[in-house]
């Protein structure tokens, strides 16, 4: 029986074991948790320590404002890598070539792979909001709070199709070679970690051309006010790109 013929009835259980299973895989993996939830909230409450109590060129705390560059990048951490990394162990260890033999329609194990990690990205959000309370104190009314949370984990998900797509072709260990090898130089030019400004001028010239960066500044705009139109364009464009992908990497898929 082919994905498309399943019925929903069936398919949600199935859906909701994948999860289960996406989720203990995760959690099987506590050095990836390490690097991809804990490491971005220990950089927050770090900075935050340090310099939570000056004010921004926006005239709001840095304590605030950074919670958009750090936010962006424990998301895009926890998205890019757990999925893809998850999809390549699967084919490594012969996994999915069961998942594709059997009833259970391969596109439901890939999805439940993407929306297990969804959980960890909105504890990464919690967290540092935690910490924020900590070591500054209130900085943001629940509105906009509420606002900057689902901009972050939505924003998210263009970032797993990527992911899948290099765990499509990739064996694990490689996969996480290159996830990484791509994430940290995309979080730095993009300026999660570093104000842009401060920055040399090449990597300011390469920010706007990548989506960490537009996610990073459509999470400040709930923030500031600030247009953000055209970044919300900019992070859609990319969801586009990532599915194109995603898709033709599956279509050479080898197990």
């Known amino acids: 029986m082919s994905a498309s013929t399943v019925p929903a009835v069936s398919v949600l259980p199935v859906l909701r074991s994948e999860i289960g299973e996406g989720l203990r895989a995760i959690l099987r993996e506590p050095t990836a ?3 991809s939830v804990l490491m971005p909230v220990g950089f927050y409450a770090l900075f935050t320590s340090v310099f939570g109590g000056q004010q921004t ?3 709001l705390p840095f304590a ?6 750090y936010g962006a990048f424990g998301v895009v951490s926890v998205m890019l890598l757990n999925p893809g990394i998850g ?14 033999v059997s009833a259970t329609p391969l596109g439901v194990t890939l999805a439940a792979r993407v929306l297990a990690a969804l959980p960890y990205a909105l504890g990464v959000v919690l967290a540092m909001g935690a910490a924020s309370l900590l070591v500054a104190g209130p900085v943001l009314d629940l509105g906009t709070w509420v606002r900057l949370v689902v901009v972050l984990v939505v924003g998210s998900l263009p970032f797993a199709l990527f992911g899948l797509a290099v765990g499509f072709v990739a064996s694990s260990n490689a996969a996480a070679a290159i996830l990484n090898a791509v994430l940290f130089p995309m979080v730095l030019a993009s300026g999660l970690w570093v104000p842009l400004e401060l920055l040399p001028g090449f990597l300011q010239a390469v920010a706007p051309f990548l989506p960490t960066y537009h996610l990073a500044q459509l999470a400040q705009a709930q923030l500031t006010g600030a247009p953000a139109g055209g970044h919300l364009l900019a992070v859609l464009a990319a969801t586009v790109v990532g599915a194109v992908v995603a898709r033709l990497a599956y279509r050479n898929l080898r197990v």
């Open 33 to 35: 948790l390490v690097f």
């Open 64 to 69: 605030a404002t950074s919670i958009a560059g």
């Open 57 to 59: 060129s926006d005239g």
């Open 87 to 100: 999809v390549a162990e699967d084919r490594t260890r012969g996994w999915l070539r069961v998942k594709m």
